[in-house]
Structure formats: C-alpha cells, structure tokens
C-alpha cells in the first residue's frame, strides 16, 4: 500500500512537473492584442516625446545596446549588446567604439552597416542633408564630437569630454538606429527598423498592426506573430474590452490602483503590476520676475508642502517621495531615504509650515493678508488635480492661489515667455541617469530647463559626475547635487508617480521596467501560451 | 417650382460659403495650431523650429492667402494632406464616412421605427398606463446623457454576456456588420427616437381633437383608419421636420457614440483632429457635414409637398 501510494504521489509530482516544463516552454504563433490609449503623432521613436510611441514602435527597431528587457531596473549592468556585438572605451575615455553585428537586415533587405549608424547620429545632431521634423533628444547628444566609421562593421563616437552615461543613453527605447536608405519624412509614415517586427499598417483613431520579421537576426524570435494595437482613447471602454478578453493586455502603466482594483474584481487571473514610472509632478515658480526671484519666498513655498497628502489623494498610496532622481529601491539615483529627510520640506510638515509662516510674515503676508497668485497648469487632469491639492496646501502659509488652467498646446509656450508665476509641471525620464534629469532639466540655457535656473557652480558639478565612471562615487556625487537642487527650491519635487500594466495570464515572459516608462517594449521573446 | 429650387440652390451655395469663412476663421482662432501641439507635446519650446514647421507646412502664409489656396483645391478636388498623418486627407476622411453613415442610418431608423408608432399609440392610449410608461421611458431618453447610457450598455454586456460590443476590426458581411452597428445606433438613437415619440404624441393629440377626425369617426370609418389615414399624416408633419434637424444633430451624439463604442467614424475622427488643430482634416469635415445638413434640409422641404399636398412651393 506504501509503495502504492509512494509511486502515485510521484507519478502525480512527475505530471505536474512535466505540465509545468511544457508550460515553461516558449511557443510560436498569435498576435498579441494590446489596447493604445491614444492616437500616437508617429512612429518614428527620435521625433516623439511619449511612450504613446516607444510602447508601440520599440519592436520596430534595434539599438546598438539596449537594456536587458528582463531585468525590471535598468543601469549601467544591465546593458546588453544589440546591433553592436561588443563596445569599448579608449584609455582616455574620450572614444567609445562600436563592432557591429554583421548579416543584419532592414526590414526593406537592405544590410545595415556602421554607415547607417553614423546617419543615424547624423540626424540627430542635425549634421546631414535630411532632417529631423522636430528632435527633441538632440541635447542628449551635443557631447558627440564626430562619428567614424571603420570599415561596414565597426564605428567609433568621439566625445568632447569623458561621459560614461553615454552608454546608457544608448540604451534607452528613445535610441534606435535609423537607416541611410529610408528618409526622416518616410519614417514618420512608414518605418522601417531592423526589429524583431514590421510595420504593417498605422490608421489614426484605429490600429497599428506589426506583424512578426522573419528575417530577424536572433534566430527563432520573434515568438509571436504579430502585435495589433487597437487604439481606444476611452479608458472606460479599453479597460472593460480588457476584463471581456478582447485584448491581451492594457497600455502599458495606463492602470491606475483604482482601476487595477476593478480589474481584479472583474478578472482575478488578470495579472497586473504597478512600477514606478520615472515621472514626477514639480513645482515650476518663476526665478526672473518678483515675488519668486526670492529663495526665501521659494523656501516657504516648498516647506507648505505635505508629499504624504499628495500621494495619498493623487495616487492612492502609489507614489513616492523623492528629489530630482527617482528614489530607490527602484531608482538607481535617487536620495536615500534618510538624507532625504534632511531637506527642508521633507520632514514634518507641522513643523516645516510653522518656519514657511514665519518666512511668510517677515515680507508682510498674514492670514488677514494672505499673497495672492495663480497656479498655472496644462489643462489636463494628470496638472490639474495635483495643482488643486497644491492651492489647498498653499493656503496654510498665507498663499491665496487660484487655478489658472492653461490650453495644452500652449502650456511650454507660456512657461518660455515667463508669462507665470507658479506652475505645476510633469517631467518625464527617459532612462534613470543623472545626465540626462540633470542637463536636460536644470543646466543654463538647456530647452527644458523651463524655470531658467542657472547655478555655474552646480553645472561645473553636473560636468564632474559626468565624467566619474565608478558608480558609487558618483552616486554620492549625484546625491548632494541632488539635494542642493532641493534647498535651491529650483524645481520642487512633489512625488515620482506608479503606475500598473494588467495582461492576461496567457501572455508570458512580460517585464515591466521599473525605473522608466520608456525602454521596455522590445517584445521579441513574449510568447501567447494558448 | 424650378424657380424656387434654383433659389434654393443658390441660398445653399451662400450657406456653405459661409460656413467655410466661419470654419476657417474659428480654427485659427483658436489657441495653438499643429507646430504648437506638436512640440508642446514633445515638451520643446524653440520658438525657430516651430517655425520651421510652420513655414513648411505654409502656416505662415497670411490667412486669406490659406484661404483661396484651400478653397481653390476643394474645387479642384484637392483637399490637402492630414498634417498628423501626411496622408491626403481624401484618403483619411472617405473610409471613415460609410462607417458613420451606416450608423448614423441605423440610428435613425431605430429613432423612427420606434418613436413614431410608439409615439401614436401613446397619443390614442391617451392617460392610460401604457402611456404613462411610454412617457416615461422617452423623458429617460431625453434626459440620460449618451455616453453614460453607452458605458452602462457596454458594462451590462461584459457582465451577462462576457463580450464588449465595440469595434475592433472591419465587420465581415451584412450581418456581421448589422450586429456591431445595431448596439451603438441604438445608444445613440434612443434620444432621437424619444424626441420624435414625444412629438409625434402631442401632434397627434392636437389632430385627433380637430373637427374632421370626428367627421371621420360619425362617417363610420375605422378606429384603425382614423389613427393611421386620417391622423398621423396630418400629425407627421411636424415629426418630418425634427426627423431632418435630428439627423444633423446626430453628429453630436455619434461623436459620443463612436468614442465610447471604439467605432473609427468620422465624427470621433473630427474630434481627435480638432484636438490635433489638423486644419485640412477639420475644414474639409466640416465642409462635407455642412453640405449633408444643408442638403437634408433642403429634402425635408420637398418631403413637404409630399406629404401635404396643400403646401405649394412659389418663387
């Protein structure tokens, strides 16, 4: 009887471990249906500025590196080889060279070679013939000096200075090498990568469908047949086709806890992940004219501000405090936490807004005389709702704020002009590293750089973290500019939003990255077990 | 008659006109155009490339000059190229028109299948119950708004039946086409057919209290013939009237509609590049809604001639 039952037990464990092997095992075929909240402006990833594009378009395309597209927290270790087979510095650091994979396509049969790369830089930097309708990125690589070629399958990137990050940004889905043969103009309408799919078909209001490249360099990928997006810009209907199964999978981070709740309750096999995304909601004031071109009326603003409160009404709980860079454990960058309590503004709110009110009433401002302003925001709910948490705090340190909601297309155009006072502003990272949120947001004259902060003595620190390649020096080099952008009150940083991604439980080998929204949609491994 | 139709013809002519200076002049009102959605979306702010791409797109030409270009290549059929998607906007707007119209049809006719009869047996059931639910039901669908009724129609369909009925790909045949249209015409027909319910009971009520329909009655004729011969044709002629100006209003809702049940029309389509400031896709819209209103008006008069004989046309 022992034997008996000992034999069953093991013939069961056998089964399941066997079903679980064949489970485990990737299959081939099916078209992963995904929802696309919106209609995206293009397909041609260096033009745009949203992952409404990257999400869609990252298949497309190859980089030289990219981030391993499983491992959730991007950084410097987990860059992979891509169209480029190995990269090396040279002992100056001023050279990053490039062999490159040979016997890849395009998507027209056209072989890519290290001539395509240097196109590539080309455009971006607004060196070639043909160019770019917009290029948002371009500052990301003014370090480039020149590109040389070395024969089809090797190129080298002289920089004007050392920068380690430079990999990184080479990386990110915002990087994808773009062809000699195809032009700027035909990518937008009709792009053609060497990525794991093709494009088919893009109709506005309505689809884009990426069918599966068989002649894709990694042999036997991709596993699926084809993406098809359908565009839903109703994220009532998008989210009740996904509870019906008419999609595999929401928009990436589109779910929001409330919603992931209601999934759940709906679908309780639905698998769903919430992840920060590496977008913070900041307070933008403007330095140049009066009363804020005074850090001590700066100060007071940021000292009014309780995170927590922020947090729990925008987000439900999911979100984080931080500073410029998101904060760990997610973040690679950001602040720990306990140097993040040493920042004025960061600790108790009682206490903080009891020294905002004493700021306050040194310039003459009482509760009998509060100062009157406008908020300034893009008239959207994402600016909105935190900017009317933000009038509410404002009023516990004399501060009569009122919501002056700004028409979307017009919003950066007014912050340019300094036609503001206060603003409340999202900005969004491309990849966790401090070049890119520092340079980008903070460095005199940068486009992004909307409040016009300008502190030579902390640019020259940007350009020494810049150039330190060991990492934990640098972080604590990153740190404390970091925290002196705090106590500078240059751009307050109320929180570091999470967002959620839901799909079905069928659709396997789905990383959701962790410390950006922007680099994780390659999708040349995820099967359908169907 | 002829003359009246050319008069006619020619006021037409005058309204189009000025609903393209309108339109025209509107879509530059308004703050921003493509090169400051575009880069704002892109978060830049360099006031030279915007330009640029306003210069290639010929937005810094003086307006009027935008005008007589647009106005001269609507009359040779070009109708310029979508600054979104850099298609010609001919290519962009006409597969979406039959997808609106096949559901602005259907629309209409679960309005009229519906309100009408409904409607006149409301009126001869005057103070009964079943009126009293028949008014009921059409104050609903006056007062629920489209969107909130489509969302509870989608909610209902998920719940009990485990399916959204919401387009995702280009129905096969008739029938397939029929089954995913129907849902939506009738979210959106529901307020119409309500509308016309109402009117056609008050109408009828007013004509069944007139001196003829007792004539009809002492002349032994039928309860059935009364209703149906003698009294709804008087009584539709008002109903004829709002059926022409519902059909224009449709748009509104099925610009709800087509957003709630995912359909790719063109009155979403209308939206999303309005949003977009998308000028060439917006105008020619426009224009070609213009011309279908002003056109169903213009039958709705002529109905008239039909469906009372009395009504002459004079130049």
């Not at chain 1, 679908?267 to 071109?293: G, Q, R």
């Not at chain 2, 008659?1 to 308004?30: D, E, K, N, P």
């Not at chain 2, 070609?288 to 169903?296: G, L």
Request: glycine content about 6%.
């Amino acid at each position: 009887m022992g034997t008996k039952l000992i034999a069953l037990a093991t013939a069961i464990l056998a089964s399941l471990t066997l079903s679980t092997a064949q489970a485990a095992e990737p299959k081939h075929g099916g078209i992963l249906k995904v929802y696309h909240r919106e209609t995206p402006p293009s397909l041609s990833i260096h033009e745009e500025a949203t992952f409404s594009v990257n999400a869609p378009a990252m298949g497309l395309y190859n980089n030289l590196v990219v981030y391993d597209q499983h491992k959730p927290q991007n950084s410097m270790g987990t860059i992979v080889p891509e169209l480029a087979t190995s990269w090396a510095w040279s002992a100056d650091n001023l050279k990053l060279t490039f062999k490159l994979r040979e016997g890849v396509k395009w998507h027209d049969g056209q072989p890519f070679t290290a001539k395509d790369v240097k196109c590539t830089f080309d455009l971006l930097q607004g060196k070639g013939q043909d160019k770019f309708r917009k290029n948002p990125r371009k500052d990301l690589f003014s370090n480039i000096s020149d590109v040389a070629t070395n024969g089809d399958f090797e190129v080298t990137l002289q920089l004007k200075r050392p920068q380690p990050s430079l990999v990184a940004m080479l990386a990110s889905g915002y990087t994808p090498m773009y062809s000699c043969h195809v032009t700027a103009a035909q990518m937008r309408t009709h792009p053609i990568g060497t990525g794991p799919f093709k494009f088919v078909e893009f109709k506005q209001n309505e689809s884009i469908t990426l069918t599966k490249n068989p002649d894709y360099w990694k042999k036997g990928l991709p596993y699926l047949d084809g993406i098809q997006y359908t565009i839903i810009s109703n994220r009532a209907t998008a989210v009740l086709a996904f509870v019906a199964g008419n999609v595999d999978m929401t928009f990436p981070t589109e779910m929001t806890a409330a919603l992931i709740k209601d999934v759940k309750s709906q679908d309780p096999t639905a698998v769903c992940e919430i992840a920060p995304i590496n977008v913070s909601t900041n307070l933008i004031m403007n330095l140049e004219s009066p009363p804020f071109n005074n850090i001590e009326l700066r100060k007071a603003m940021a000292l009014a501000l309780d995170r927590k409160s922020f947090i729990d009404i925008i987000f439900q709980g999911q979100a984080d405090a931080g500073g410029t860079l998101l904060p760990p454990p997610e973040g690679v960058w950001g602040m720990p936490p306990d140097m993040l309590k040493t920042i004025p503004g960061y600790g108790d709110v009682n206490k903080s807004r009891e020294q905002a009110r004493a700021i306050m009433a040194k310039f003459g401002y009482s509760a009998d005389k509060p100062l009157k302003i406008k908020v300034s925001t893009r008239n959207l709910a994402t600016y909105r709702d935190p900017a009317v948490v933000l009038i509410d705090q404002l009023k516990s340190i004399y501060i009569d704020a009122e919501l002056d909601p700004v028409e979307s297309s017009q919003w950066f155009a007014k912050v340019a002009r300094n036609d503001y006072s206060v603003g409340l502003n999202l900005t969004g990272n491309g990849i966790d590293d401090p070049d890119q949120a520092f340079y980008e947001n903070y460095a005199c004259g940068s486009e992004r750089n909307y409040t016009h902060y300008c502190n030579k003595e902390l640019e020259a620190l940007f350009d020494k973290q810049s150039v330190e390649t060991d990492v934990e020096k640098r972080k604590k080099m990153v740190w404390d500019i970091d925290k002196k952008l705090q106590e500078d009150v240059a751009r307050p940083i109320l929180m570091h939003a999470r967002s959620g991604t839901c799909w079905k439980p069928y659709v396997k080998n789905m990383t959701i990255m962790n410390n950006s929204a922007y680099n994780g949609y390659r999708y040349e491994d995820v099967w359908l077990d169907k | 008659m002829a003359s009246y139709l050319i008069r006619r013809f020619f006021l037409m002519l005058l309204t189009l006109f000025g609903i393209s200076v309108l339109i025209f002049t509107m879509l530059r009102v308004v703050p921003g155009n493509i090169a400051d959605i575009v880069f704002n979306a892109a978060g830049m702010i360099d006031v030279a490339e915007k330009a640029k791409l306003e210069k290639e797109l010929g937005l810094d030409q003086p307006i009027a000059v935008q005008y007589v270009q647009w106005i001269g290549g609507l009359a040779r059929g070009d109708l310029g190229y979508s600054y979104v998607s850099e298609k010609p906007a001919l290519d962009e707007i006409l597969p979406r028109i039959p997808i609106t119209a096949k559901l602005a049809g259907l629309a209409l006719t679960f309005a009229i299948v519906f309100g009408v009869p409904l409607g006149v047996l409301s009126a001869v059931k005057q103070n009964s119950g079943l009126d009293y639910t028949l008014r009921v039901i059409s104050l609903s669908g006056l007062s629920m708004p489209a969107f909130w009724l489509g969302l509870l129609i989608l909610m209902a369909f998920v719940k009990y039946f485990g399916t959204i009925p919401i387009y995702s790909s280009t129905p096969a045949g008739f029938w397939s086409a029929l089954g995913l249209y129907s849902v939506p015409a009738a979210a959106v027909g529901f307020r119409s057919s309500a509308l016309i319910m109402r009117l056609t009971r008050s109408s009828m009520l007013e004509v069944l209290r007139q001196d003829y329909i007792r004539t009809a009655r002492a002349k032994g004729a039928s309860e059935q013939n009364v209703n149906y011969h003698h009294a709804l044709r008087n009584a539709v002629l008002p109903v004829v009237t709002v059926i022409g100006i519902e059909t224009a209003f449709l748009m509104g809702g099925l610009i709800v509609t087509e957003t709630v049940f995912n359909i790719p029309g063109v009155a979403r389509f209308l939206v999303e590049a309005i949003r977009w400031r998308d000028y060439p896709i917006v105008q020619n819209l426009v224009m070609f809604i213009a011309i279908v209103a002003v056109s169903i008006n213009f039958l709705v008069d002529m109905l008239y001639a039909v469906l009372d004989p009395r009504i002459k046309y004079s130049g």
